[in-house]
């Protein structure tokens, strides 16, 4: 999703998340330039990845994930860029978030009187630069 709306916005998106070194994570921050914020990359760690196993009415069967990183988004990293948030006119965050960094953010969404998106699962917080995206959504 992220990617998606930073292509469709023209890069005005930027993505809180925590990636490793590895080959994954460099794929993602290759993929699209500018759309990661600054600490995001974790040396040492392995990029979250989900497998699931559909059956022939593409109803899920089981689902596979290594969501041990998203524990490195913390309070801590989400301050350090108080000042892109405060800029954002709108915060999706994701299901996979600590429980502290859901509270946290969503703290400080009304503390700034910024909407707050809680999306469950598959991504994390994406702070969306784009005045004008607002301005779409509230039409």
Same mark, same amino acid.
């Given at each position: 999703? @992220? =990617? @998606?709306? $930073?292509?469709?916005?023209?890069?005005?998106?930027?993505?809180?998340?925590?990636?490793?070194?590895?080959? !994954?994570? #460099?794929?993602?921050?290759?993929?699209?330039? +500018?759309?990661?914020? !600054? +600490?995001?990359?974790?040396?040492?760690?392995?990029?979250?990845?989900?497998?699931?196993?559909?059956?022939?009415?593409?109803? *899920?069967?089981?689902?596979? +994930?290594?969501? /041990?990183?998203?524990? #490195?988004?913390?309070?801590?990293?989400?301050?350090?860029?108080? =000042?892109?948030? =405060?800029? @954002?006119?709108?915060?999706?965050? !994701?299901?996979?978030?600590?429980?502290?960094?859901?509270?946290?953010?969503?703290?400080?969404?009304? #503390?700034?009187?910024?909407?707050?998106?809680?999306?469950?699962?598959?991504?994390?917080?994406?702070?969306? #630069?784009?005045? /004008?995206? $607002?301005? =779409?959504? *509230?039409?």
């Amino acid at each position: 999703m @992220a =990617e @998606a709306l $930073w292509r469709l916005r023209g890069g005005g998106v930027r993505l809180l998340t925590a990636i490793g070194d590895d080959s !994954d994570g #460099q794929y993602i921050s290759n993929i699209a330039p +500018g759309l990661l914020l !600054d +600490g995001c990359v974790i040396s040492g760690a392995r990029t979250s990845m989900y497998a699931a196993l559909f059956d022939s009415k593409g109803e *899920c069967l089981l689902g596979l +994930g290594d969501m /041990e990183i998203h524990n #490195q988004i913390t309070p801590k990293l989400v301050d350090k860029h108080i =000042e892109t948030l =405060e800029k @954002a006119p709108l915060v999706v965050l !994701d299901g996979n978030l600590p429980q502290t960094t859901m509270d946290h953010v969503l703290k400080l969404c009304h #503390q700034l009187h910024k909407p707050g998106v809680l999306k469950p699962k598959y991504m994390t917080i994406i702070f969306i #630069q784009i005045c /004008e995206m $607002w301005n =779409e959504l *509230c039409a």
